[in-house]
């Protein structure tokens, strides 16, 4: 048995293979656990990019905090 | 096709290698200014942390070693992050309550902040270390779909590359930033 490769999975959950090319993955799928272990570890792929994504866009806002020009303690009126 | 030249900033702190000022500053102040803002810190005051925290490290110089005799860096940093906080804080006319280390660690949940801040700045650092480690367009395929969640046929037609090659972009980067950050994370 031919198994699926990681890209070969990712096309298959985006949508981005052909319907007979689909029917035919999702038939071996449910019959080869080596490329159900793959698929997993693809969705455990995605949580870590989502975590990955969320440090990034945090660390990014902190990264263009300006720092404030010492003005507004001598007064301003 | 390593594209592996340069350093982690985690490496060189450990084996005690000399740290430039400017790389310090650009990795440790967005952390240091989320730590700041754990410990209720107005922006004038975590803006003054941030050079306070500068200057305890690098002490006028432009370069600093770490001293693996102080322990893990992490602890370090948070321990002169907290102990700067606390003077801030304690220069605020109307503070009567007593601050220390300790408590500031263990109140209201800032231990964990603070590993949280922590793996968050390990994971960026990751990610920049990445860049060095792989071929430009590959990084850049990876970043427009894993990272920006563009489509892939978008990327595939932006990059002139087929949509399987954006998935294999995705899995070497994928592959090589899991190895990063065990790395990183061992060398904290
Ligand atoms: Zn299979």
């Not at chain 1, 981005?16 to 071996?28: E, K, Q, T, V, Y």
């Not at chain 2, 500053?25 to 941030?50: C, H, M, N, W």
């Amino acid at each position: 048995m031919r198994h699926y490769t990681t890209e070969d999975l990712d096309r298959y959950r985006n949508g981005d293979m052909n319907m007979l090319s689909r029917i035919s993955c999702a038939g071996h799928l449910k019959q080869c656990e080596v490329c159900r272990n793959l698929l997993e570890t693809l969705k455990q792929d995605d949580i870590l990019l989502e975590t990955v994504r969320k440090s990034i866009a945090r660390f990014h806002a902190a990264s263009k905090e300006q720092v404030k020009p010492k003005l507004a303690s001598h007064g301003n009126h | 096709m390593a594209f592996t030249t340069r350093k982690s900033l985690l490496s060189k702190i450990k084996q005690g290698d000399e740290i430039s000022w400017e790389e310090f500053y650009a990795s440790y102040r967005p952390l240091i200014l989320l730590r700041a803002g754990d410990l209720g810190l107005t922006q004038t005051e975590k803006d003054d942390l941030v050079q306070i925290v500068m200057s305890e490290f690098f002490k006028g110089s432009r370069d600093f070693q770490y001293d693996r005799g102080k322990g893990r860096f992490r602890d370090y940093l948070k321990s002169i992050i907290n102990n700067q906080a606390i003077s801030i804080l304690r220069k605020r006319k109307n503070l009567e309550v007593g601050l220390d280390d300790r408590e500031f660690s263990l109140a209201n949940g800032l231990e964990q902040a603070w590993n949280d801040e922590w793996q968050g700045h390990l994971l960026n650092m990751a990610m920049d270390e990445l860049k060095n480690c792989v071929e430009p367009v590959t990084y850049q395929a990876f970043d427009l779909y894993a990272i920006q969640r563009r489509k892939s046929i978008e990327v595939a037609d932006f990059l002139d590359m087929s949509v399987n090659s954006v998935y294999v972009a995705k899995n070497r980067c994928l592959e090589q930033l899991k190895k990063i950050i065990a790395d990183v994370s061992e060398s904290d």
